[in-house]
């Protein structure tokens, strides 16, 4: 197995409905986020998957949050902006866009500080 990763990040302005202390008013984080894809084989070059494949789709995907209102975007309407709906959001449009049969997406990580964050494995 081989774990093939990408580091990104995005800005974002966003607040957490019904939360009970200052998230709930308008803020912003620079978003960090870690794109992981799991390889079995590896292609004739070598490769599980070419970073530049990984990296062009992820971009893809971040250009969608980068410098918004994440509560205004269609996939926050109907549940809070939080990291943890970050990295499923993120998830779920990568895993769309890769298409192989020696590789998968394993895992999206979403910091908000350098030292909090959490990572998604997918359902």
């Not at 997406?105 to 910091?111: E, G, P, T």
Request: net charge negative; charged share 25%.
């Amino acid at each position: 197995m081989y774990d093939i990763f990408i580091k990104t990040h995005f800005a974002g302005a966003h607040h957490l409905r019904n939360y009970p202390g200052d998230c709930e008013k308008p803020h912003g984080h620079n978003w960090k986020v870690d794109v992981t894809v799991r390889a079995t084989e590896l292609d004739q070059c070598g490769m599980g998957i070419d970073f530049k494949v990984l990296k062009k789709i992820v971009k893809e995907v971040i250009d969608k949050l980068d410098h918004n209102d994440l509560n205004t975007l269609p996939a926050f309407q109907e549940k809070n902006p939080s990291s943890e709906h970050i990295a499923e959001f993120i998830f779920a449009e990568v895993k769309a866009l890769l298409s192989s049969d020696t590789y998968n997406l394993y895992s999206v990580r979403v910091m908000e500080t350098d030292t909090q964050g959490l990572t998604y494995y997918g359902k």
